[in-house]
Each structure stands twice: as C-alpha cells, then as structure tokens.
C-alpha cells in the first residue's frame, strides 16, 4: 500500500493550500422560448467548482477569480461559454443543436431533439460527475452501478471473459446491445465468450478499451432501434459522447484496494488499483479544436480461495491498461467541417486458470513438485479511427464517415506445461489468438422542414460495412499432443498425458480462419411535429449480408403532452441481429473442469462436419419484435419516468451444451480428436422478456449555491424461454443441446429487480454523494445439477469529495462499504470458487482515494 500512502502524504500537503476569496455569481438558463432548463452543468472553466441548474433554470456558484470564463453545457443544446467579467449575474439562452457541432442524441437524427422531449426512453450520464465522487474506475462498472438495466460482472476461470468483462442491457446478450462513439458505429471484441456467467456464446464490445477520462457523457437508448441503426440494437444503444474541452487540462490520480476476504496470504488488501489519466483539449481556429486523453490503470489480482476448492487461485486477473483517445473538430468555412476521433488501447493480462495437482497426468512433477496453477496471460490490442465531412448541401445536413476498428486478443500461457512433452516441455507458450477488423462507411442527409406541421425533420442514408474475422495459430508445442504418452494415475490406471499447453491449449494450423463479408444497407427515417403536444417517428431499414440475404426492418414512435410536463410515449419496431463472424466460424479444443476433473472439449464451427452431422443448421439472423410505453412526468425539481418494455427474440443463437463421445452421430470423430465431447453455436431458442424501466429524481438547493439530489431507480426484468429449435437427428438429445444448466445461465443474465438510491449533496468546498443498490435473487444450477441460490444483496456506496482549492480536489470513499458477498456454495460454481459472479460481484468491499486536478 506504499501507493496509498504517498497520496495520502501528497493530499495532506495539497490541504494547506488556501481558497482563494471568492465571489458569488448567479442566473437563470433558458432555452430560446424562455423556458426554464433543469440539470444545465454550469462550471467555471479551468477548475473544480461547478453546479447544475435547478428546477426554474437558477443557478449559484462562487467563481474563483472576477474574469472567470463559466460553461453552460446541456445536452442536446450548443454548449455556451460566457466571460464573467466582473459580473455577478448572468442568465443564459441555450439553443438546440447545430450543425458546425453536430449534435445529435441517440434514438433521433433531429438536430432539435432534445432529451426532454425524446419519443423514447433515454439515459444521460455524465460522467465527469460519475467519476468525480463514485469509486468505479472503468466503464462498465460505472454503468453497472449507475444504469440498473445494464449489469456486468468480471469473471474468473472463463478463459478470454477473464481479460474482458461481458456486459449487458435488459438481460439480453453483449451482442444485442450496439455501442456508437460520437453516433458512429462501433466494432466489437474478436473474443466469443464461451465460460463464465453472462453472455456466453455471444461477443460484445469492450467498453473498457474507451478510457473514462476521455468521456464527456454516455447516453443509453432503452429501446429497440435495428430500423435506425442496424444489426444488433435489438436491446437498445450506447452512444459514448468524447469530450470537447478546450484551453484546460483535467487528470485524476486514483489508488483503491479489497478488503482480502479469505486471502491465502492473510494481507489485508488485495487486487491493488493505481490509476493516473489526464485530457487537454485546445482551439483550431476560431471554432475547431484537438482533444486528448492518454489514461494508464494497473489492477491486481484478487484471491478469495477455500481449502475446499478445486482452485488456488480464484478472483480477479491482474491488468495493465494503457489507453489514448482524441476528438477534433477542424472547420472548413462557416457551413462545413471535417471531424475524426478514435485512438488505441494496450491491455495486458495474467489469470489464473484452475490448479493442476501434484501426481496428476496434466503436471510434470518434475517440473512442478507441488503442482501449479497456470496463468492465461493476454496481450489486447484494440483501434479506432472515424474521420468524416460535415456539412450543408442545399440546405441538407450531410455527413460523409469511414470508420475502421480493430481487436486483436494473443493468448500465452506461463508457469504451465505441455504434460506430452514431459520434463522436455517449455514453461511458457505462444498460444495464439484471433482478431475482428471492421471498416465501415456511411453517407447521412438530414434536414428540418420547419414549416412543414409544426416541424418535420427527415433523414436517409446509406451504410457499407465489411468485417474480417482471423483465428491464427500459435507454436507447435502450445498445441500439439506428442506421443502417445502414458501416466499412471493416483488409481493405478494407465492414461495418456494430454497435450497442449494446460490452462489454455493453443490454436493449431488446423483452427486457423481468415474470412470476411460485406454489408450494405439503406435506411429512411422521419420525425413529425403534428401539433406542439403529439409528434411521431417513422423508421424502415433496409440490409443485404453477403453470407446469409436481406432483411428489412421498421419502426414506430409517438409522444403525447397531456397536459405541462406530463407526455405519454409508445414505440413499436421490429429488430434484428447478423450472426458475428466468430459465431460462423469460432473453433477450437480447450480444458474444462466438472467437478474438479478435467476434460478437454471440442467446439466445432458452424459449416463443419461434425455440426451437420447432429443436424444444427447454418446459422440466421435473430428477429425480434420490440413494444415500449411510458409515461413521462416533471415539475418543479421532480422529474418520472416509467416504461414498460416488450422484447420477442426468435432464434436466438446460443452456445449449445455438451455431446459426448459416445453420441453415435459423432463419438468417432470426437474419440479420434482426443476429446470427451463438442459443442456448437445454433440459433436454439426464441425468448420474450417483459420488464419495467423507473426513474425518479428531486433536484434542490439550501441556500444560494449549495444543491442536493436525490435519485430512485429501477429495473424490473422477467425472461422466458418460450421454444427450444430442434432438428429430427436431435430428438431424445434436448438435455445435450441445451441442458437446464445452460438455460439458467441465459436466464440469469440480469437479476429479476434491480435499483438504486442515490443521494448527493455539493457545498461550496464538500460533497457527499450516498448510493444504495438493489440485487435481487439469482438461481443457477452447478455441475452436479444443485440449484445454486444467490438471496438478494444490498450494498452501499460512499463518496466524499473536498475542494483543496479550485483546481483540486480530493475525493475518499468505498465501493461496497458494507463488504457484501453473494450467498456462499460448495466448490460446484461455474467458475469453481464459492460463489459465481453474479451481483455485485465477489470482491467485496473496495476503498479508494482520488485527487482530481483541472487547470
């Protein structure tokens, strides 16, 4: 904790630097018809002191210094910087979007829609303020705590979902969830998830390859939106927003650890987080600007073992992360600019697989007396760049955009044996990988008809995508089995010695893949203001996939005023998902544990023999059919939301369960491979999920520039696996295809009700912010057929924040303060620990403390 300390040290020495006299400056924030806007940020520039607008538009802060510049920033409305000069009032208009800034919400291609009136339910998160007084430090734990539709859970002993957390919204897979950055599509991870708790058989996106500190916020779409966007927003959308900051630089240095629950080592800590980012951004001209952020985090490994476990090591795999974006706006003349932003993200990984003992077939005793617990390290690559023209054509908004993506996942494994080689066998091994490249190019037209009803914006476009997917081999001895080499075992029975690197065998010359495909879609898309109370949407997107055809999809929206700040709300759309590449053609033979013991498996992709032998079909498209309503309510600092979601999914795709090598279809093939059974990738099920969104929120202020908030809400979530997809060569094998066990672990994907209570409280120089979150009960079955039950946990987080001055601020507090865990079982979990990674996660209580610098 030497880290910790020296912060400390460092804080102490910060605390005697004195505030400098401040003078208070206040106003009202309007937009251009006068109306009073709630939760506008308001800051001074270069500092840490800021505030938000109230329910009639005041606002009261003490600037640091008479010629302070203060920002106005809302979403959905030009952001607006304002020299104090002396002054100690100043009211401000802001005006809904413009072009030069291109600012557009997710869920609508109207430049003047904003989320107050949005047609569909829509989250906004800052996350400045997230990160300022919360002890989340990367994305997807922010979401999870602050967006109870979206629950993510770092796992252990899951192969690849070790290195990069599943996440999901509403309960459905990583993959029907599509992520844009600044409203442009964003590539997935090359990594198909295949253990672990969520998400398995899907891919996702790695949200954790974005740095937070380059975020300035992060808007999530509850709704169904294939017809706006394309494949994979069946669950809805997250559109991550870059900061925009210019002439001020912003960093934070954050050092936290575990309370070392049930540590081997008896320290007192464990799983040690160091953190430092910074972001500058600076002008181009009169309206153009260069933003960037480089951000380094370290977190180590976590253990909560049990003599009773099958694992040594069981938690957290300790990572080095080191990441750098930039956003920059150049304009070209008053109507056009051209834009680009992306970056590059370096993660480097070591988890532990399960323990290999002493005496067994799988160690080299020689080598490893006491047995060993290999270590599946990885090397994450991941890029981006978009670059796009921005501008008006006869009085149409265009958009021109390239953007290509790229993942790239190595596998090596260390402090592990290839068991066949015996005392001849290296230590450490190239265990090669695979990779996902997406390159995609869209042209946009936009323009509101104002005269037109009370306002009709229109849109079209087009989209061509073309993605390759890569699985390259590692060296020989990481794969290859040498011999046969037989083992007496502890029984007395002759075996032979397995080969390949334990913990994660390499992929061999046989599993390598390099195949592409391309996309091109159309799409159209229409908002209508019929009368300043009821307006409407229309959307209808067209699709043609090289490998697998076309699909055409819809959607309908509809908000009603019924009266001031009450409006109701329906969507209705249909969706899709494109199966990913590595679903097509994933293939490979790895290590699993049931009950401790080892065997090695099989999973073939989709076109192969051994899939069309048991009659699984080439996979298709997910369709799905999305129904929303809600209400809308706000007056006077209070503001509710409440919408109710509908989502029918057919042919889903899945990870099927195991076939053994005694099925008469395939046992030959699999018995020649040396493996004890396969599994395959089938569009297996179709499900409906039935859920509410809630969302409460009172903002006040004591005094003149003291404000306080207080916000509820919730997620209610219910999915049922109405059909199981069948072929006739699979009757009387349903329990193969897709077991109870599998079935729970899609069910389980987000607990049945889950919220949260925040509490957050600014003065002129402390903040508190208090947060209470709701996980309900989870039930998943283990590898001896026992219903696991995890009972609901509560757990409380703490945040206290004080101003050292106004460019510093130090901010202490935990994660999980009340250090609870899920309901403890015996050594049968997925992951082979006490308890699976559900909740809030296994970890316990984190403590943290951050300093936050803006200058």
């Known amino acids: 904790m030497k880290h910790l300390s020296f912060l400390l040290l460092l804080t102490f020495t910060l605390s005697a630097i004195s505030l400098t006299a401040q003078d208070l400056v206040k106003g009202t924030v309007t937009d251009e018809d006068g109306t009073a806007l709630v939760g506008v940020t308001v800051y001074e520039r270069g500092t840490n002191i800021g505030t938000m607008t109230a329910w009639d538009g005041y606002y009261a802060l003490r600037c640091s210094r008479a010629d302070a510049t203060l920002v106005f920033a809302y979403t959905g409305y030009a952001t607006v910087e304002v020299p104090l000069d002396g002054r100690s009032e100043i009211n401000v208009q802001l005006r809904e979007g413009l072009l030069i800034e291109g600012l557009e919400i997710v869920g609508s291609r109207a430049l003047n829609r904003s989320v107050t009136n949005s047609l569909v339910p829509i989250d906004v998160l800052d996350v400045r303020q997230i990160t300022g007084t919360q002890g989340q430090l990367d994305v997807n734990q922010m979401l999870q705590y602050a967006a109870p539709s979206f629950n993510a859970n770092r796992q252990t002993g899951a192969d690849g979902a070790d290195h990069v957390d599943p996440a999901t919204l509403r309960g459905l897979g990583p993959d029907q969830t599509l992520v844009l950055i600044n409203g442009k599509r964003r590539h997935q991870s090359s990594l198909v998830n295949i253990y672990g708790t969520r998400g398995r058989g899907n891919t996702g996106t790695d949200l954790n390859a974005i740095p937070a500190a380059a975020i300035e916020r992060i808007e999530i779409l509850r709704d169904g939106a294939s017809a706006q966007y394309g494949s994979d927003a069946i669950a809805g959308v997250i559109n991550i927003v870059l900061k925009e900051n210019v002439n001020e630089f912003s960093g934070n240095l954050n050092v936290g650890a575990h309370l070392a629950q049930d540590n081997p080592d008896r320290s007192s800590f464990d799983g040690g987080n160091i953190q430092f980012n910074g972001n500058y951004g600076f002008r181009i001209g009169q309206r153009g600007f260069v933003n960037v952020t480089t951000d380094y985090w370290f977190r180590g490994h976590t253990n909560r073992f049990d003599p009773s476990l099958y694992r040594r090591q069981f938690g957290d795999a300790k990572g080095n992360n080191f990441g750098t974006y930039f956003n920059a706006v150049i304009p070209i003349d008053n109507e056009a600019s051209v834009y680009a932003f992306g970056g590059a993200n370096t993660r480097k990984t070591d988890a532990y697989a399960w323990s290999r003992d002493p005496g067994s077939e799988?160690?080299?005793?020689?080598?490893?007396?006491?047995?060993?617990?290999?270590?599946?390290?990885?090397?994450?690559?991941?890029?981006?760049?978009?670059?796009?023209?921005?501008?008006?054509?006869?009085?149409?908004?265009?958009?021109?955009?390239?953007?290509?993506?790229?993942?790239?996942?190595?596998?090596?494994?260390?402090?592990?044996?290839?068991?066949?080689?015996?005392?001849?066998?290296?230590?450490?091994?190239?265990?090669?990988?695979?990779?996902?490249?997406?390159?995609?190019?869209?042209?946009?037209?936009?323009?509101?008809?104002?005269?037109?009803?009370?306002?009709?914006?229109?849109?079209?476009?087009?989209?061509?995508?073309?993605?390759?997917?890569?699985?390259?081999?590692?060296?020989?001895?990481?794969?290859?089995t040498y011999g046969p080499v037989p083992f007496v075992n502890a029984d007395g029975d002759t075996v032979a010695r397995p080969g390949g690197a334990q913990?994660?065998?390499?992929?061999?010359?046989?599993?390598?893949?390099?195949?592409?495909?391309?996309?091109?879609?159309?799409?159209?898309?229409?908002?209508?203001?019929?009368?300043?109370?009821?307006?409407?949407?229309?959307?209808?997107?067209?699709?043609?996939?090289?490998?697998?055809?076309?699909?055409?999809?819809?959607?309908?929206?509809?908000?009603?005023?019924?009266?001031?700040?009450?409006?109701?709300?329906?969507?209705?759309?249909?969706?899709?998902?494109?199966?990913?590449?590595?679903?097509?053609?994933?293939?490979?033979?790895?290590?699993?544990?049931?009950?401790?013991?080892?065997?090695?498996?099989?999973?073939?992709?989709?076109?192969?023999?051994?899939?069309?032998?048991?009659?699984?079909?080439?996979?298709?498209?997910?369709?799905?059919?999305?129904?929303?309503?809600?209400?809308?309510?706000?007056?006077?600092?209070?503001?509710?939301?409440?919408?109710?979601?509908?989502?029918?999914?057919?042919?889903?795709?899945?990870?099927?369960?195991?076939?053994?090598?005694?099925?008469?279809?395939?046992?030959?093939?699999?018995?020649?491979?040396?493996?004890?059974?396969?599994?395959?990738?089938?569009?297996?099920?179709?499900?409906?999920?039935?859920?509410?969104?809630?969302?409460?929120?009172?903002?006040?202020?004591?005094?003149?520039?003291?404000?306080?908030?207080?916000?509820?809400?919730?997620?209610?979530?219910?999915?049922?696996?109405?059909?199981?997809?069948?072929?006739?060569?699979?009757?009387?094998?349903?329990?193969?295809?897709?077991?109870?066990?599998?079935?729970?672990?899609?069910?389980?994907?987000?607990?049945?009700?889950?919220?949260?209570?925040?509490?957050?409280?600014?003065?002129?120089?402390?903040?508190?912010?208090?947060?209470?979150?709701?996980?309900?009960?989870?039930?998943?079955?283990?590898?001896?057929?026992?219903?696991?039950?995890?009972?609901?946990?509560?757990?409380?987080?703490?945040?206290?924040?004080?101003?050292?001055?106004?460019?510093?601020?130090?901010?202490?507090?935990?994660?999980?303060?009340?250090?609870?865990?899920?309901?403890?079982?015996?050594?049968?979990?997925?992951?082979?620990?006490?308890?699976?990674?559900?909740?809030?996660?296994?970890?316990?209580?984190?403590?943290?403390?951050?300093?936050?610098?803006?200058?």
Not at 425 to 433: H, K, L, Q, W, Y
Request: with cysteine.
């Open 503 to 855: 913990g994660f065998p390499g992929f061999g010359p046989q599993n390598e893949v390099n195949q592409s495909r391309t996309n091109l879609a159309g799409y159209v898309d229409a908002e209508f203001a019929f009368t300043s109370a009821f307006s409407a949407s229309a959307a209808a997107r067209y699709e043609n996939y090289s490998d697998f055809g076309n699909t055409l999809n819809g959607k309908l929206a509809a908000r009603l005023r019924l009266a001031d700040g009450l409006a109701l709300r329906a969507s209705a759309s249909t969706g899709f998902r494109a199966p990913s590449l590595a679903q097509l053609y994933f293939n490979s033979v790895y290590t699993d544990f049931v009950s401790g013991v080892a065997v090695d498996k099989f999973l073939a992709k989709n076109n192969s023999p051994v899939t069309r032998a048991l009659g699984i079909e080439p996979l298709k498209q997910e369709t799905s059919v999305n129904l929303g309503a809600g209400i809308t309510f706000s007056s006077q600092g209070f503001s509710l939301s409440a919408d109710f979601y509908r989502i029918q999914i057919d042919d889903r795709i899945v990870l099927t369960g195991d076939f053994a090598d005694d099925d008469p279809e395939i046992g030959d093939v699999l018995r020649a491979l040396n493996v004890g059974s396969a599994r395959f990738f089938a569009n297996a099920i179709n499900t409906t999920t039935n859920g509410v969104d809630v969302v409460a929120t009172y903002s006040g202020r004591v005094g003149d520039s003291d404000r306080f908030s207080i916000s509820l809400a919730g997620n209610w979530n219910d999915m049922t696996i109405d059909k199981v997809n069948t072929s006739r060569l699979l009757l009387g094998k349903e329990d193969s295809y897709l077991s109870t066990r599998e079935k729970l672990f899609i069910l389980a994907s987000a607990p049945p009700l889950k919220g949260n209570l925040t509490f957050d409280y600014r003065a002129r120089r402390v903040g508190v912010n208090i947060r209470a979150t709701y996980f309900d009960k989870v039930e998943l079955e283990d590898y001896v057929g026992s219903i696991d039950v995890y009972d609901a946990r509560l757990t409380l987080d703490l945040g206290l924040s004080y101003n050292l001055s106004p460019t510093v601020r130090w901010t202490v507090g935990g994660a999980n303060i009340l250090n609870a865990y899920p309901t403890k079982q015996d050594a049968e979990t997925e992951g082979g620990g006490l308890y699976d990674a559900v909740q809030m996660g296994f970890n316990g209580t984190f403590l943290f403390s951050r300093l936050g610098f803006v200058f």
């Open 362 to 480: 799988r160690n080299v005793d020689a080598l490893y007396p006491n047995g060993f617990d290999p270590v599946i390290a990885s090397d994450i690559t991941d890029r981006s760049l978009s670059v796009g023209v921005r501008g008006a054509i006869k009085n149409w908004n265009t958009d021109l955009n390239h953007t290509v993506g790229l993942n790239r996942f190595h596998y090596y494994g260390k402090g592990t044996v290839n068991a066949s080689l015996e005392e001849r066998s290296p230590t450490e091994f190239d265990d090669g990988g695979f990779q996902l490249q997406q390159n995609t190019t869209t042209l946009d037209f936009t323009r509101l008809f104002k005269n037109c009803l009370q306002g009709t914006n229109v849109a079209f476009g087009l989209e061509h995508r073309v993605e390759n997917y890569q699985i390259f081999a590692g060296e020989e001895a990481s794969w290859k």
